[in-house]
């Protein structure tokens, strides 16, 4: 079995356990549910690491997981100091600016 199914199926447990986990618990004082957060968080990380491992490119590497973070703290002092609003929507958006962050890279 490739190691790629399997490190699949290991997220899937790990995504799930920690989603269920940490359910009820949410960040500050924000409706965002940690586990949520949390998932959101290790799927761009571990967008970035495939890319290393597949593509050895330091500057797509340091673009996906670098602009993510970017893009999650923004949303967050946006979210506590202007507008109240869930910042687990700042990583899905984080989530959808990885393919834009791999075409500046130029990895495709």
Known sequence: MPGV???AGVCAVIY???????????IA???????????????LLFAGGMVWVYRKKWAATRNIIG???IILLITYLI??????????LGAMGALCCNDRLSDLSGIK
Not at 16 to 26: L, Q
Not at 29 to 43: A, Q, R
């Open 16 to 26: 799930f356990v920690v989603g269920i986990r940490f359910d009820e618990v949410f």
């Open 67 to 69: 602009g993510s973070l």
């Open 5 to 7: 199914v399997l490190f």
């Open 79 to 88: 979210s506590e100091y202007w507008v109240h609003f869930s910042p687990g």
């Open 29 to 43: 004082d924000t409706p965002t549910p940690l586990g949520e957060f949390i998932v959101l968080l290790l799927i």
